[in-house]
């Protein structure tokens, strides 16, 4: 099937170090969603893009959708020890037959240092 | 708040065993979704329904069956429980549609020994 690859898998920083995530698809997508699992919990919808250089912040996130749309960000700035969890991009893929199956990539898993 | 709850949060089954996980959403969404988690993999989709009695297989379908008799709920059974199905499952729900995010239940870690 597809695949979505996300980079880093792990990273570690220092508290207050920024922080970001890479999803990249060889196809172009529809839209993309990202998702935080904190440690013992389950995936928690934080943002959704949709128009091809869509950039949108939520405090200290920021996200960014490729102009091509086969790419996106998740950037921290300055990190907090409540940023731990593993983050997840999440595609839908344009012109799919099925737009409300999601593909999610691997994820990577944030770990803050105090 | 959309309440996803699954019947257990840790399982523990014997190999040959057959194991039903189930899944309950109070939000009257269309879809619901089963999915498993393991280290370095991400979640992978193993079935999904659309409607009541609809099912659509995910993309690793295969040692598991589901069922969904009413809309709320969405049951994932695997028939032969195998060691390499010790995993971690999640269920979702959400409105039908790309642009609707999807709401996960707690999980349920599974055991096969």
């Known amino acids: 099937g597809q695949q979505v690859m996300q980079i880093p898998q792990y990273q570690h920083v220092q508290e207050g170090e920024d922080f970001t995530t890479y999803c990249n698809s060889s196809?172009?997508?529809?839209?993309i969603q990202w998702y935080k699992q904190r440690p013992g919990g389950h995936p928690v919808f934080l943002i959704q893009?949709?128009?091809?250089?869509e950039v949108k912040k939520q405090k200290r996130l920021t996200f960014q959708f490729g102009e091509a749309k086969k790419n996106s960000s998740l950037h921290i700035t300055a990190t907090q020890t409540t940023d731990v969890g593993t983050y997840f991009c999440?595609?839908?893929?344009?012109?799919?037959?099925?737009?409300?199956?999601?593909?999610f990539g691997t994820g990577t898993r944030l770990q803050v240092f105090p | 708040d959309v309440k996803v709850t699954q019947s257990s949060r840790y399982l523990v089954k014997r190999t040959g065993e057959k194991v039903f996980l189930e899944c309950v959403q109070d939000m009257d969404h269309e879809n619901m979704f089963w999915y498993r988690q393991d280290p370095g993999l991400g979640l992978r989709l193993i079935y999904f329904?659309?409607?009541?009695?609809?099912?659509e297989k995910g993309d690793i379908p295969e040692g598991y069956s589901v069922s969904r008799e009413k809309k709320e709920r969405f049951s994932l059974i695997l028939e032969s429980a195998s060691t390499n199905q010790t995993s971690m499952y999640l269920c979702a729900s959400s409105f039908p549609g790309e642009t609707y995010e999807q709401y996960f239940g707690p999980g349920t870690r599974l055991t096969v020994t």
């Open positions: 329904s659309y409607d009541v009695k609809m099912k």
């Open positions: 893009l949709v128009k091809s250089g």
């Open positions: 196809t172009t997508l529809s839209n």
């Open positions: 999440a595609v839908t893929y344009e012109r799919s037959y099925n737009t409300d199956k999601l593909i």
